[in-house]
Structures are given as C-alpha cells and as structure tokens.
C-alpha cells in the first residue's frame, strides 16, 4: 500500500540547536516533494520544494534533501527559534498535475 | 493580494442538513483545491479544478459530496445530506499556471455536525 510516514511523536528541541525531521514514502515515485508549515488554526504554508533530481535544496536556515533510493526527506532547520514551533507538513505530487498526498506531519517545540 | 478566502470560518450544524462551504482562489491562479484535515486522516486531497474544470474528484468520499466551480473567482464544496463523520477543518487552495507547484492555502472552515 501507499504511505507517507513522518514522526508521529512531537520533536522538542533548545534553541540554536539543529531540528531534523524525517518523512518517508513507499509505493510513491513523486516528481517533487514539498515541506510546509502549520500554526493551530491556520492553513499550511508552503516552504521549499525539490526535485526528484535534486539531492539538497536550501533556503536561509531551512535545507531539505530527497533520497529516491531511500525514499525519505529529511527536513533540518539550523539554529531553530521558539518562533519555529509549529506542525511541518510533508507533501509528494502522487498524480498528474499538481496533485499532493500530505504526510500527518510532525510538531516541532523550540524550548527557550 | 488578499489570500484565498474561505466562508464560513466555523460552520455548526445537526445531522441531515446541507452544508455548503466557499472559496475565493487569489486573482490569477487557474488551479482550486479542496482540502480536509481531520486528527485520524491528516490532510487529503478531494478534488481539485484546472481553469474551473474538475480534473481529479478521486478523493471525494461518497456522493453527499459535491464540488463547483462556475468561474474563475469562486468555489463551492457542499455536503448533503451531513453526517458526524464529516466533521473537520475544510481548506480551499490554489495555485498559479506557472508556480503550479506552490499551493496557497485558505485559513479553512472548521465543520461541526452535531
């Protein structure tokens, strides 16, 4: 069957440190993948986006990686902030188009 | 720009009534989504609209659903008749024929049938 896995359980990390979260697929061969965030009571945000080609893709201290042997993505924000807490959504294009499948998506605590 | 709009923001209503929610996709974007999230299922995809046209309704869960488009500026999702299991925060998005990749979401509609 087809699934996308991301950690279930909340990540509470200090701040400064490196957050890493994880999102793993079977049964996908997505074009891109696709990070975003969600604040309760709000619709999700897009992030960053890469390419099933690309190895790393990076935006100020977000960097995300796609390994289509591994079929995970690896999210890392670097010198996280409180102001990072959040759920962070990872999403496939499982279809023709734009079509998305979302992950279940992981929380992320920054403690001061 | 104003963001894609949704209404209601929060919609209560009993078993057995119709339910009918509403996006405003930013001026511009040929694609329109309609999203729900709920705890158990995380967020999935009911249908999405090129240029106004339904192109995937795979994901609508039965026939009490049905989804417009009649023009580029708005979009109707409505439920009838409304069960308890349909409750759950409903998000419209949408995104440009360029960027086609990026979806802009809606702040939802959280559904409440009693």
């Known amino acids: 069957s087809q699934k996308i896995e991301q950690n279930s359980e909340a990540l509470n990390i200090q701040e400064g440190k490196t957050a890493t979260l994880t999102c793993n697929y079977t049964?996908?061969?997505?074009?891109?993948l696709q990070w975003y965030r969600q604040d309760p009571g709000r619709g999700p945000v897009f992030l960053l986006l890469i390419r099933e080609n690309e190895k790393e893709k990076r935006k100020e201290r977000l960097k995300v990686t796609f390994d289509t042997t591994l079929k995970q993505s690896l999210f890392h924000i670097t010198a996280s902030q409180p102001a990072d807490s959040a759920t962070y959504l990872c999403?496939?294009?499982?279809?023709?188009?734009?079509?998305?499948?979302f992950g279940t998506g992981t929380q992320l605590k920054v403690e001061l | 720009d104003a963001g894609v709009i949704q209404s209601p923001r929060h919609e209560v209503t009993e078993m057995g009534q119709e339910v009918t929610l509403r996006c405003k996709p930013i001026s511009g974007h040929d694609y329109l989504f309609w999203y729900r999230q709920t705890m158990m299922r995380g967020l999935e995809l009911l249908i999405y609209?090129?240029?106004?046209?339904?192109?995937?309704d795979s994901g609508m869960p039965e026939d009490r659903f049905s989804a417009k488009m009649p023009n580029a500026s708005f979009s109707t999702l409505k439920i009838q008749p409304s069960e308890p299991r349909d409750s759950a925060v409903y998000f419209c998005?949408?995104?440009?024929?360029?960027?086609?990749?990026?979806?802009?979401f809606g702040p939802g509609t959280r559904l409440l049938v009693l």
């Open positions: 999403a496939l294009n499982t279809g023709g188009g734009n079509k998305l499948t």
């Open positions: 609209f090129n240029n106004n046209v339904p192109i995937d």
């Open positions: 998005a949408s995104s440009t024929g360029t960027d086609q990749e990026t979806q802009y």
């Open positions: 049964n996908y061969s997505p074009a891109y």
